[in-house]
């Protein structure tokens, strides 16, 4: 296993951990943008720019892109989020240029216009398809209520009015200012030829042009409250809570992870025996979410109705109980022992070292290697996650139930 890196002089990273010994090659690029990058009368053209990135480019149609993917047998796709934009694609070794030379084209669309009238289309119906279904728009609106006035309050859907009015100008000049190559890597794992990798990429993005953006990251005014929006036609009522956490580039995340595994992991943790093993609730689970210079952890408790304002007192209870007692040394080392295995499982797979590599650049952080993350982790110490549980105290967040409820009341 080795890790190269290489930088083209437009700016543009390329990252790869090679291994000679893999079957397969995993490749992305990674953009540093997202909907925390859009003004508030473009919300979720990052999203939207996603979708028409595969719609075609002035050398491929869109048939021939998804042609070129299905013929060299690739698991591809895309994603968008609060922070950024991923396009990536895994392959057998023997397609490594011409899948750089794919990824590499469409990173320059088209934006035809019968193309992006159709695809708004297809945008507004993925809002309202996420509307329809649960949480019915929760986590958005847990999102927006929790960080106020800041961008990483916006949905990176967008809203049917922000996408409706959205034109392919306006695409172009987002386009324009978040896609210089100073603000892309390439990642990269498997079985790679780096030094052909380089020449690929130096042949098809060296000639891309280089500009500065800038992403703002200043700190929210994270807001508590509570919101009930009635839902009647919901079956289940669901709970979702955000209250503050580290942001990714602060070490007292790892200890903050670990603390959320302990008390909200699927199996094992202290909302699993409170609620699930209990039959008092359907799902329930924790997990913590770290931005550049923001940071929120996330509960989350899907119930019957009729027990649902009886859960968020028990919730908010237990809340208050664990952070009095504390996390004990037996949930600690149970904790590390999952995190760390799942980190190694993981590392047996191309596409999660393509991950784990870009995702580090993202957050701008130094690379580190599987045996370096899963180290980070075993050497936590019960003083350190116990200074996490202090520093976020759970029971002072922003609050939003949704569902059959109209009655829900906050726990003071």
């Not at 003004?39 to 869109?62: C, D, I, Q, W, Y």
């Not at 796709?77 to 895994?90: C, D, G, P, V």
């Not at 890597?185 to 280089?210: M, P, Q, T, Y």
């Not at 807001?223 to 289940?236: D, E, L, M, S, Y």
Request: net charge negative; with cysteine.
């Amino acid at each position: 296993m080795e890790y190269r890196q290489h930088k083209l002089e437009n700016g543009l990273e390329i990252l790869a951990e090679c291994n000679r010994e893999a079957y397969t090659s995993a490749f992305g690029f990674f953009v540093r943008t997202g909907s925390r990058d859009e003004t508030h009368e473009v919300s979720g053209v990052s999203h939207f720019l996603e979708h028409m990135v595969f719609k075609g480019t002035p050398n491929r149609t869109a048939a021939q892109v998804n042609l070129e993917l299905d013929e060299m047998g690739s698991s591809s796709n895309a994603r968008t989020s609060e922070e950024s934009t991923i396009y990536h694609a895994a392959v057998l070794p023997e397609f490594q240029t011409p899948v750089v030379e794919l990824l590499s084209d469409i990173m320059r669309p088209s934006l035809r216009l019968e193309d992006f009238e159709t695809e708004k289309q297809v945008i507004i119906e993925e809002i309202k398809m996420y509307d329809d279904q649960p949480p019915y728009g929760g986590y958005e609106r847990v999102m927006a209520e929790y960080f106020g006035d800041h961008p990483l309050g916006q949905s990176v859907l967008g809203t049917v009015d922000t996408v409706t009015a959205l034109t392919p100008d306006g695409m172009m000049n987002y386009f324009e200012q978040r896609y210089s190559p100073s603000n892309i890597c390439f990642s990269a794992a498997g079985n790679i030829e780096f030094d052909e990798l380089v020449e690929d990429i130096e042949r098809c993005c060296g000639h891309w042009k280089k500009f500065n953006p800038e992403r703002n990251k200043h700190k929210a005014d994270y807001r508590n409250g509570f919101v009930n929006i009635h839902k009647p036609t919901a079956h289940q009522q669901y709970i979702l809570q955000m209250a503050p956490g580290p942001s990714s580039e602060e070490d007292i995340r790892y200890a903050t992870s670990v603390m959320s595994a302990i008390i909200g992991d699927d199996g094992g943790s202290r909302l699993y025996w409170e609620f699930l093993d209990s039959g008092l609730a359907e799902s329930a689970g924790m997990g913590s979410y770290d931005y550049q210079g923001n940071g929120a952890i996330m509960t989350f408790l899907c119930c019957a109705p009729e027990q649902a304002q009886a859960n968020l007192e028990r919730l908010t209870a237990l809340q208050s109980k664990i952070r009095e007692q504390g996390i004990t040394q037996k949930e600690l080392d149970l904790a590390k022992r999952k995190i760390a295995s799942h980190i190694v499982l993981a590392s047996e797979r191309t596409n999660s070292r393509m991950f784990s590599i870009g995702a580090q650049w993202l957050c701008e952080q130094p690379f580190k290697t599987v045996t370096e993350i899963a180290a980070i982790y075993e050497g936590l110490t019960l003083d350190q996650v116990n200074q996490a549980l202090a520093a976020y105290p759970l029971e002072e967040n922003m609050t939003v139930a949704v569902g059959p409820c109209d009655n829900m009341n906050s726990v003071a």
